[in-house]
Structure formats: structure tokens, C-alpha cells
């Protein structure tokens, strides 16, 4: 114990002297604070369906071939305005298109711009249910064949009637919501700054429990977490060079402890060196999100072991690098490399998983027929099934250039790479399992079991791991100085 001690502080004090660790400090000090800075203001239904509709009214507003209809909510009521999640609603729901044949293209394109397509728009919301459409100002009537001698602005142009208008009253019964921190908030940043509520639906939610996760699983798992590993990797990944420079090397092994041991002193420290670094911006987002929100997410915690399984691959290929060239700068653009190329393997194995089930669930949709939801063709038309069938070609290539001749080979390869990919995955599972609603998991997808079991997630990291520091100890032990 007092030799590991002894070559963790010199690792220690080789970190500190470039001033690396302090600059994580402060980076993860900045983090607490923009987590700190977030607060919520609860919404009212209207809010919440103007936000959405805002959304559609912005994508369609761009396609003047869908007749830029523009919806809007009006004579909005609700039983229980300070339990909405609770309540029961109302509203008028008013679609304006710039004209009568304007209209009709919203129409044909199968907008919600009638009865029956409000409503079906609406069933399906992940928010409201029980919900019933009557129309009070019934759709314009199809205009006027265009008289080819109209000009812009003539009685006989159909456009000159101005903006043609569509009222529909709706009511529901209640919502799929069951408590306020699943319920839709107006999210304010930097304690001052409000966030479009548009854009909170565009980036994941707009609940606290919505935010709690984009917080832990983006700002911790992803970008941190990548930022930490970057730098984590920078520090670590002169141990090993420094170490073996002549001088340093004799005096080092002059000492009652072996190469092995002394490596494995080496690589244990690094992993120290990014656990502390890890459990310093878990913990610190953990207490600072829940004392913000009320969200007390213990899974997230399970990120800090899981995180330094992940860089723990990356630097026992820095190891085995730092070993074979003592070089650190060889080491870091070796690591990253690896790092790159390991991520590539896991994403294209996840697309030919994703294409093989997509093929799987065609393939039972055409054979009995029901391949309704497949008809996205131009409205008013529908496709054949052969015409459905050569869209959805099975020997496609995948995401337009891996041919299907070359799946066999990453998923061979796949099979005995480490998982870094898939692991970043499970991270981003565990914590949505400890922070969202079963609601909300199945609206992310998150509903269904993974693929790879948690003891062949890790028995094939471990056994990467074990491999690459072999390889190093043995090269460590046979090289002279």
C-alpha cells in the first residue's frame, strides 16, 4: 500500500504541476452553477398546446405547399387550473390558412384542418385523452376553378377573399399526466433567461423530470463525460512515458517493487485520477438538481462506476501505447483514435440491429396487409404494396453507404471490441429509469429491454481491459530500461 501511495502522489504531482486539474475544477464549478440557475414556472394547458402548435405553425409556415395554415387556442378553460395534470379542459382550437385555396392544399395534404383530423391530432397528444371535437365554423368551400384571365388581386383571383377561418371546440375528460414534476413548466436558464417553450419540446421536454434527465444524462453523461475522459486522458497519459524516461525508470525500479505491480500502480491511478474527477460533477449535479426540482434520482449515482469502467478501456489502450513508444503525445492521438473508431463500431452496429428489426416489423406489416401507416405518399393517393416493397428494399445500404455485404464484418468485429458505444447507451437508460415516468420512458423509447445484458456489457470491457494491460506488462517486463 505505501508504494501504490507513493506512486499515486507522484502522478498527483505531476497533474497538478499543469494546472489541469484546477481547470477541471473550475469547468465542473461552472456546471453546478448553470444547473443551480434553473427554475420552473408551471403552465396552463393553453400554454402548453400553444407551444406545440407555435412548432407546427414554424415548420409549416416554410411550405407554402401545405397552405401555411396557422393554428391557434382560444376560450381556454380547465376544472382544476392549479392541479392541470388533474383537470378537466377546454378550448376552441382556430385554424386560419391566407385563403380558400389555401385551404384546400392543407386539406389534401391531410393537415388538421377538419373535424375528424383535429381530433385523430389530438387523440393522439401524449398529453390529453377523452378527448371530443365539434365543429362550430365549418371548413370554406372548396373555391372557384382559377379563371386564367385573374390577375393577382382581381375579384376573380381566388385569393383575393382573404384568410379563410375553421373554429372547432375541444374538450377532454383529463390527462396522461399523473403528478406537477411531469407537468410542463416555463424553464428559466442563468436565472433570468426564459427558454422558448417551442424549443423545450424540441429538445426533450418540458417537465422538470424532463430537465432533471437532459441535466444528468447530456451535461453529466454526454458532453461531460466526454470532457472529462478528454482531460482525464490528457493527465493520465504522461504517467506511463514519464515514468519509463532513463533515470526516472532506474531509480523507480531500484526500489523493492516489481514492473508488473509498478504498472498496475500506474494504471490505478489514473483510474483514481477520473473517479474523483467524476464523483466530484455526479455528486455535485445530483444534490444541486434535486435540491432545485425535488428530483431525487439515485440511479444517476450508478454514473460514476459506469463512467470509469468506460474511460478505464480508453486508457488501458494509453497504456499499452505509453509502453510500447514512450511518447505521451503518441499515447493521447493513439487514445483517441481508438476511442473514435470503437464508437464508429458500436454505431453501425446499432444501425444494422435497428435496420434488421425496421426490415423484421415490414416485413409482418406487409404480409398481413395492415401497411396503412406505411402509406406516407402524396395525400389522396395510395401505394401499392410492390411499390411499398421496393421503397423499403431490405438490401438497402445503410444510412446510404455500408452495402449489407459488409455487415458480417463490424458485427464480427463488434463481437470482440469493447463496448464503449452500447455502455454510453446503458448509462443514458440507467439514469432515464430513475428519473422519467414510465410515460415519458415510452415516449424516448427507453420502454423496451436492451439488446446486451449488463454481465456481457461488462465481462467484454473487463476482458478488453485485461488483454491491453497484459500486452503492456509483458512489453514492460521484457524491454531493457
Same mark, same amino acid.
Given at each position: 500500500?505505501?508504494?501504490?501511495?507513493?506512486?499515486?502522489?507522484?502522478?498527483?504531482?505531476?497533474?497538478?504541476?499543469?494546472?489541469?486539474?484546477?481547470?477541471?475544477?473550475?469547468?465542473?464549478?461552472?456546471?453546478?452553477?448553470?444547473?443551480?440557475?434553473?427554475?420552473?414556472?408551471?403552465?396552463?394547458?393553453?400554454?402548453?398546446?400553444?407551444?406545440?402548435?407555435?412548432?407546427?405553425?414554424?415548420?409549416?409556415?416554410?411550405?407554402?405547399?401545405?397552405?401555411?395554415?396557422?393554428?391557434?387556442?382560444?376560450?381556454?378553460?380547465?376544472?382544476?387550473?392549479?392541479?392541470?395534470?388533474?383537470?378537466?379542459?377546454?378550448?376552441?382550437?382556430?385554424?386560419?390558412?391566407?385563403?380558400?385555396?389555401?385551404?384546400?392544399?392543407?386539406?389534401?395534404?391531410?393537415?388538421?384542418?377538419?373535424?375528424?383530423?383535429?381530433?385523430?391530432?389530438?387523440?393522439?397528444?401524449?398529453?390529453?385523452?377523452?378527448?371530443?371535437?365539434?365543429?362550430?365554423?365549418?371548413?370554406?368551400?372548396?373555391?372557384?376553378?382559377?379563371?386564367?384571365?385573374?390577375?393577382?388581386?382581381?375579384?376573380?383571383?381566388?385569393?383575393?377573399?382573404?384568410?379563410?377561418?375553421?373554429?372547432?371546440?375541444?374538450?377532454?375528460?383529463?390527462?396522461?399526466?399523473?403528478?406537477?414534476?411531469?407537468?410542463?413548466?416555463?424553464?428559466?436558464?442563468?436565472?433570468?433567461?426564459?427558454?422558448?417553450?417551442?424549443?423545450?419540446?424540441?429538445?426533450?421536454?418540458?417537465?422538470?423530470?424532463?430537465?432533471?434527465?437532459?441535466?444528468?444524462?447530456?451535461?453529466?453523461?454526454?458532453?461531460?463525460?466526454?470532457?472529462?475522459?478528454?482531460?482525464?486522458?490528457?493527465?493520465?497519459?504522461?504517467?506511463?512515458?514519464?515514468?519509463?524516461?532513463?533515470?526516472?525508470?532506474?531509480?523507480?525500479?531500484?526500489?523493492?517493487?516489481?514492473?508488473?505491480?509498478?504498472?498496475?500502480?500506474?494504471?490505478?491511478?489514473?483510474? $483514481? /485520477?477520473?473517479?474523483?474527477?467524476?464523483?466530484? #460533477? *455526479?455528486?455535485?449535479?445530483?444534490?444541486?438538481?434535486?435540491? !432545485?426540482? +425535488?428530483?431525487?434520482?439515485?440511479?444517476?449515482?450508478?454514473?460514476?462506476?459506469?463512467?470509469?469502467?468506460?474511460?478505464?478501456?480508453?486508457?488501458?489502450?494509453?497504456?499499452?501505447?505509453?509502453?510500447?513508444?514512450?511518447?505521451?503525445?503518441?499515447?493521447?492521438?493513439?487514445?483517441?483514435?481508438?476511442?473514435?473508431?470503437?464508437?464508429?463500431?458500436?454505431?453501425?452496429?446499432?444501425?444494422?440491429?435497428?435496420?434488421?428489426?425496421?426490415?423484421?416489423?415490414?416485413?409482418?406489416?406487409?404480409?398481413?396487409?395492415?401497411?396503412?401507416?406505411?402509406?406516407?405518399?402524396?395525400?389522396?393517393?395510395?401505394?401499392?404494396?410492390?411499390?411499398?416493397?421496393?421503397?423499403?428494399?431490405?438490401?438497402?445500404?445503410?444510412?446510404?453507404?455500408?452495402?449489407?455485404? $459488409? /455487415?458480417?464484418?463490424?458485427?464480427?468485429?463488434? #463481437? *470482440?471490441?469493447?463496448?464503449?458505444?452500447?455502455?454510453?447507451? !446503458?448509462? +443514458?437508460?440507467?439514469?432515464?429509469?430513475?428519473?422519467?415516468?414510465?410515460?415519458?420512458?415510452?415516449?424516448?423509447?427507453?420502454?423496451?429491454?436492451?439488446?446486451?445484458?449488463?454481465?456481457?456489457?461488462?465481462?467484454?470491457?473487463?476482458?478488453?481491459?485485461?488483454?491491453?494491460?497484459?500486452?503492456?506488462?509483458?512489453?514492460?517486463?521484457?524491454?531493457?530500461?
Amino acid at each position: 500500500m505505501r508504494n501504490f501511495l507513493a506512486v499515486l502522489k507522484d502522478s498527483y504531482r505531476e497533474a497538478m504541476n499543469g494546472w489541469i486539474l484546477q481547470t477541471m475544477a473550475i469547468l465542473i464549478a461552472l456546471v453546478f452553477i448553470l444547473v443551480f440557475s434553473i427554475s420552473f414556472r408551471q403552465l396552463a394547458m393553453a400554454e402548453v398546446l400553444q407551444a406545440r402548435f407555435d412548432l407546427i405553425n414554424t415548420i409549416l409556415s416554410g411550405n407554402p405547399e401545405f397552405g401555411s395554415p396557422n393554428m391557434m387556442v382560444e376560450n381556454a378553460t380547465e376544472s382544476n387550473p392549479i392541479e392541470p395534470w388533474s383537470s378537466g379542459h377546454e378550448f376552441d382550437l382556430v385554424v386560419t390558412c391566407p385563403s380558400a385555396e389555401d385551404f384546400q392544399k392543407a386539406n389534401k395534404a391531410r393537415l388538421p384542418v377538419t373535424r375528424e383530423r383535429v381530433e385523430q391530432m389530438l387523440s393522439m397528444s401524449e398529453i390529453l385523452k377523452g378527448v371530443q371535437v365539434k365543429e362550430l365554423t365549418p371548413p370554406p368551400p372548396p373555391p372557384p376553378k382559377p379563371d386564367p384571365d385573374a390577375k393577382p388581386g382581381d375579384a376573380k383571383d381566388p385569393k383575393a377573399s382573404g384568410p379563410v377561418t375553421a373554429r372547432f371546440r375541444v374538450t377532454a375528460t383529463g390527462t396522461n399526466v399523473k403528478e406537477r414534476l411531469e407537468w410542463p413548466h416555463q424553464i428559466t436558464i442563468l436565472f433570468a433567461v426564459p427558454v422558448n417553450k417551442s424549443l423545450s419540446v424540441i429538445f426533450g421536454g418540458d417537465s422538470p423530470r424532463d430537465v432533471v434527465y437532459m441535466c444528468q444524462n447530456y451535461l453529466v453523461n454526454g458532453i461531460g463525460g466526454w470532457i472529462i475522459s478528454m482531460i482525464a486522458v490528457v493527465i493520465t497519459s504522461s504517467f506511463i512515458p514519464n515514468m519509463m524516461n532513463k533515470g526516472a525508470l532506474d531509480l523507480v525500479i531500484a526500489k523493492p517493487i516489481g514492473r508488473v505491480a509498478l504498472l498496475a500502480y500506474k494504471y490505478i491511478g489514473g483510474l $483514481t /485520477f477520473m473517479f474523483l474527477l467524476t464523483s466530484l #460533477a *455526479v455528486l455535485g449535479v445530483y444534490l444541486t438538481v434535486g435540491a !432545485r426540482t +425535488g428530483v431525487w434520482a439515485p440511479n444517476f449515482l450508478l454514473a460514476i462506476p459506469l463512467l470509469t469502467l468506460q474511460f478505464a478501456i480508453l486508457y488501458a489502450v494509453s497504456t499499452l501505447i505509453g509502453v510500447l513508444t514512450r511518447n505521451a503525445l503518441v499515447a493521447i492521438l493513439a487514445t483517441i483514435a481508438a476511442w473514435f473508431v470503437l464508437f464508429a463500431v458500436g454505431k453501425i452496429n446499432d444501425g444494422i440491429r435497428n435496420r434488421n428489426i425496421e426490415n423484421r416489423k415490414i416485413s409482418e406489416m406487409l404480409k398481413s396487409g395492415k401497411y396503412d401507416e406505411l402509406n406516407l405518399d402524396e395525400p389522396g393517393r395510395r401505394r401499392t404494396k410492390e411499390e411499398i416493397q421496393r421503397e423499403y428494399d431490405p438490401n438497402r445500404n445503410l444510412w446510404g453507404l455500408l452495402p449489407p455485404s $459488409t /455487415f458480417p464484418v463490424f458485427q464480427s468485429v463488434h #463481437a *470482440v471490441f469493447p463496448r464503449t458505444f452500447q455502455l454510453d447507451s !446503458r448509462i +443514458g437508460r440507467v439514469i432515464a429509469e430513475g428519473v422519467l415516468t414510465e410515460r415519458q420512458l415510452k415516449a424516448r423509447g427507453w420502454d423496451e429491454p436492451p439488446d446486451e445484458s449488463w454481465p456481457e456489457l461488462v465481462l467484454v470491457n473487463v476482458a478488453f481491459i485485461v488483454a491491453m494491460l497484459g500486452l503492456a506488462s509483458w512489453r514492460f517486463v521484457t524491454r531493457d530500461g
